[in-house]
């Protein structure tokens, strides 16, 4: 999570992400003799929340596309507070309200963290099923159309003011077994399909670096699930991430349990039985895995994420923060900021914005508020999850209450709380404190060579 922020007595500014220029096409004046066509590809948070805005401004029709109307992520399921009022999701969508978390270092040091919160504060534990499918059925209930299919190619206009061809299977209706070639035409498009983006590949978006995570939801017996009712449990160290961290979420009537790593992906199944014989005590005996799944997760934004009419959000822009890994609250968020900015620029459904315009403020908005956030988080990482002495020292740093309180505050508000300056400096001499113990006790770090499988990109 965000706990190394407080660590390092880090203040985020508004500095924006640097934009990648390129010529923008003039916006497209419109008759009023057809509504705006909008395409959302793919239903998860970051594609339901922009349908949702898109299915309610005047004079533009969205069709949303998904493939796996009930899919379910691989994802820890984690959300921040503030999502719940922003996003106004009932009770229900919550399957556990964290309020207690474990942090456990590479030689097995436990620290209690939470103890900073306020009786209604917690992280909200969800199933990516239900949550994701709330949202969608909430944005087709205000008028998305929803389209059962697959996108397989999207086709870039070849003048100004062109239209977008999207070529997909369709699978429904008869014949929805293997699915049907169709195809439709779109004046926007927004690309929330995911890590793997064919939306970004048509626009040529660029490459970026990603992380493997990988996830068993597991089955354990009462006594135990009830141990984890609202509590979750980190642990680091070269066994089961050589750059990420591990981790035991609860769920509604089950655990997830999960790794995930960038710089050596091809050995996630080593570390993934790694972290279940770490925890294999708190699972008891018997745990029954009820599924397995695996995910590539982006470790950065693309080098372009609008072009033309075209936007990118959620996974498929590279929005997932390094350190926490976190990713739903900034998917939703940018789906529900780009198509914000996309109604205001058509004034009423009357014009088509240009490329520059988006960028001008989606874009500036976007990387405005949550760029510094992921520089932040990054160099985080680096200096935390590099090495074991680091993981040890990260994990002695999340015993002081000044850290925990303004990790979760950082964390569930999404703002960056008032630091002390008295206690930074504290911090910083107890952070260097606790490196030089860290890389005192820590045991070496293995060795890892795999210069092909770490050059790959998507």
């Known amino acids: 999570m965000m706990y190394a922020v407080a660590a390092l007595g880090l203040h985020v500014g508004h500095q924006p992400m640097q934009h990648i220029a390129r010529s923008a096409v003039s916006h497209i004046e419109m008759g009023m003799d057809r509504p705006i066509r909008v395409a959302v590809v793919g239903g998860g948070p970051s594609g339901a929340c922009a349908a949702e805005v898109f299915a309610q401004a005047p004079n533009i029709e969205v069709t949303l596309f998904e493939r796996k109307m009930d899919n379910a992520k691989p994802c820890g399921g984690a959300i921040p507070l503030c999502m719940v009022d922003e996003f106004d999701l009932p009770p229900e ?19 209690d963290v939470g103890r900073t919160l306020k009786p209604d504060e917690y992280i909200g534990m969800t199933r990516r099923e239900v949550l994701d499918g709330f949202l969608r059925d909430r944005a087709i209930e205000l008028g998305a159309t929803p389209v059962n299919g697959l996108v397989q190619k999207v086709e870039v206009p070849e003048k100004d003011g062109g239209s977008y061809t999207i070529k997909y299977t369709n699978y429904e209706g008869k014949g929805a077994g293997k699915g049907t070639p169709a195809e439709a035409e779109f004046d926007i498009i927004v690309g929330a399909d995911g890590a793997n983006s064919r ?25 135990k699930m009830k141990y984890y009712e609202d509590l979750a449990e980190m642990y680091v160290g070269d066994d089961v991430s050589p750059d990420f961290y591990a981790w035991v979420f609860p769920k509604y009537d089950h655990v997830g349990v999960g790794t ?51 936007a990118l959000v959620g996974d498929a822009a590279g929005y997932v923060t390094k350190c926490s890994g976190e990713g739903i609250y900034f998917a939703a968020k940018s789906g529900r900021m780009a198509a914000e900015e996309i109604v205001s620029l058509t004034q ?8 520059q315009e988006i960028k001008d403020t989606y874009l500036k908005k976007y990387d405005g508020k949550y760029g510094p956030t992921y520089i932040v988080l990054d ?24 850290v925990q309180k303004v990790t979760f505050d950082s964390y569930l508000y999404k703002t960056v709380q008032g630091n002390n300056p008295i206690d930074d400096v504290k911090l910083l001499f107890n952070t260097i404190g606790s490196l030089i113990k860290g890389n005192a006790i820590a045991k070496p770090d293995k060795v890892i060579s795999n210069p092909t499988e770490s050059m790959k990109r998507l």
């Open 199 to 223: 939306v970004a590949k048509a626009i040529d978006a660029g490459e970026y670096n990603y992380a493997i995570a990988f996830q068993e939801r597991i089955k354990i017996s009462d006594d």
């Open 379 to 402: 160099l985080l990482q680096k200096v935390f999850y590099t090495n074991n002495g680091a993981r040890e020292a990260f994990v002695d740093m999340c015993e002081s209450d000044y």
């Open 93 to 111: 969508i919550i399957d556990r309200r964290v309020r207690k978390m474990k942090m456990i270092s590479p030689s097995g040091r436990e620290v």
């Open 260 to 310: 995930g790593t960038v710089i050596n992906r091809p050995a996630i199944g080593q570390y993934q039985a790694a972290i279940r014989e770490r925890c294999a005590d708190r699972l008891g005996e018997n745990p029954k895995v009820m599924k397995v799944e695996a995910h590539p997760i982006p470790e950065h934004p693309r080098p372009r994420r609008v072009v033309g009419r075209v």
């Open 348 to 355: 009423g459904g009357t014009r088509l914005p240009s490329e």
